[in-house]
């Protein structure tokens, strides 16, 4: 098969991530993959989206990640046919184009659209991912399992919800990843509380949320496929189905 992998840049990308194992497998199963940045798209018309792309078709040469991304970046860019893929597969993380190439990321999620409606299977789902594109969309969850929640950029707003949560909540940006400039603000801190919400509110809105005090034996994370529930076993992500009648 031909994938393709959207990510933020080349350059950017490390043997380390998930991305480049995901693609160095692939190698080894013998597809062919590509790696396109958020800024290679070409709009011809509506039946012609086209890519300017980082191709490895063998891996021949290539012993480890390391090896894949060297390869990668030697690789001179060629222009293909979004059509000729087989599956594109969204790998960007919007946050790090978010200051200085902010209109990346939504490029990004409208080429895959447009890729999905000439029938190539993009994985996951971009109109789903505009759907979800910050923390706001926690909130259609229902309530019994999130915490109690406010989303402003009013000061006031935040210091009154502090005090309705008997002076200790968690402060984080709407749109971020990666735990960057997420604060715990309990009464001991408070008298940092404004200087907090206006650095936080640079780039935006921010969500305050109830401090949950088991968050501190970590959080668990669920995998499915097809609809059904999957564990780790042995490093191996395994999906058993799930039988409605007997669950």
Not at 66 to 83: H, N, W
Not at 205 to 230: K, T, V
Request: proline share 3%; aromatic share 10%; charged share 25%.
């Amino acid at each position: 098969m031909k994938i393709a992998f959207i990510i933020n840049q080349t350059h950017k990308e490390k043997a380390s991530f998930t991305t480049t194992l995901l693609a160095y497998k692939a190698l080894l199963r013998g597809h062919s993959v590509y790696y396109i940045g958020l800024a290679d798209f070409v709009y011809l018309d509506q039946d012609k989206i086209a890519a300017h792309a980082r191709a490895v078709h063998q891996i021949d040469g290539i012993a480890d990640t390391d090896q894949l991304i060297d390869k990668l970046r030697s690789t001179a860019k060629e222009k293909i046919s979004l059509r000729e893929l087989d599956i594109i597969w969204l790998r960007f993380d919007p946050v790090l184009d978010m200051i200085n190439r902010p209109w990346a990321a939504s490029m990004g999620l409208q080429f895959a659209q447009l890729a999905q409606n000439l029938g190539v299977r993009v994985l996951n789902n971009p109109r789903a991912l505009v759907d979800a594109e910050n923390k706001l969309y926690l909130e259609n969850f229902p309530e019994e399992i999130r915490p109690h929640t406010i989303v402003t950029r009013n000061y006031d707003d935040v210091k009154r919800f502090f005090e309705e949560q008997n002076n200790k909540i968690i402060l984080k940006p709407l749109k971020g990843s990666g735990g960057k400039n997420v604060f715990l603000v309990n009464e001991q801190e408070s008298k940092n509380l404004k200087q907090i919400v206006e650095v936080i509110c640079r780039d935006g809105y921010l969500i305050a949320q109830e401090y949950l005090p088991d968050a501190q034996y970590g959080d668990i994370r669920f995998s499915y496929s097809m609809g059904n529930p999957c564990s780790l076993m042995e490093n191996t992500l395994v999906c058993t189905e799930y039988n409605q009648r007997e669950n």
